[in-house]
Each structure stands twice: as structure tokens, then as C-alpha cells.
């Protein structure tokens, strides 16, 4: 049993969309603010998008308009949807949540690749 499990990636033409999933802990899903970051090689992880038990989201201003995050709570899991993908969007995208109780946890990450 993982604390996070990501699906959901894989290889898309320019243009296309994929859409991620994390399954999350039920302990920590309640109680954790989630996230989605990504990183290519030879780059520093950085932040894509996040949502709260409120439903508040924000995001990485490139995927902004293009990347939507969203949370099924009965599922315990959130989900990155993608669209208009582009080249640069290609890196490892993990998942992550955070709460006081708890401290930040991670996925393994799963491998998303946009070329021709």
C-alpha cells in the first residue's frame, strides 16, 4: 500500500491531452493540502498546480488556461487534467500532500512526454 500512487501518463503529440491520477491515503487525503509538481531532466522540481479541501486552486503561470486540478473525496484522489499540451510540458510529474499532521508525502511520479 502506497501513501500516493500516480497514473495516468504517457506519450502524446502536441496538442493532445492526458488526464493524471493520485490515489491518496484516506488518513491523509481529508486533511492534506494537494499538489502536482514536475520536473525534466537537468531542472529543478518545480510547482504545477495545487487545491485545498475548499476547493481553492492555484497555478503555474504556463500551464494556467491549459491544466485544470480537481479532487474526488469520496475516491480520495485528484486529478490533473491537460490539454493544448506542448513539447516544453514534457518532465516526471509527481504527486504531493501536505498537512501539519501528517508533513509533505510523494508519489514515484509518473513520466509524461509531448512530442511529434
Known amino acids: 500500500q502506497e501513501a500516493l500512487a500516480e497514473s495516468g501518463g504517457g506519450v502524446v503529440r502536441p496538442g493532445g491531452s492526458l488526464r493524471l491520477s493520485c490515489a491518496v491515503s484516506?488518513?491523509?487525503?481529508?486533511?492534506?493540502?494537494m499538489g502536482w509538481y514536475r520536473q525534466a531532466p537537468g531542472q529543478e522540481r518545480e510547482f504545477v498546480a495545487s487545491?485545498?479541501?475548499?476547493?481553492?486552486?492555484k497555478y503555474q503561470g504556463s500551464v494556467r488556461g491549459r491544466f485544470t486540478i480537481s479532487r474526488d473525496n469520496p475516491k480520495a484522489t485528484v486529478y490533473l487534467q491537460m490539454n493544448s499540451l506542448k513539447p516544453e510540458d514534457t518532465a516526471h510529474y509527481y504527486c504531493?500532500?501536505?498537512?501539519?499532521?501528517?508533513?509533505?508525502?510523494w508519489g514515484r511520479g509518473t513520466q509524461v512526454t509531448v512530442s511529434s
Open positions: 504531493n500532500a501536505n498537512s501539519v499532521n501528517y508533513g509533505s508525502s
Open positions: 487545491i485545498d479541501n475548499d476547493d481553492r486552486t
Open positions: 484516506e488518513d491523509i487525503f481529508g486533511v492534506a493540502l
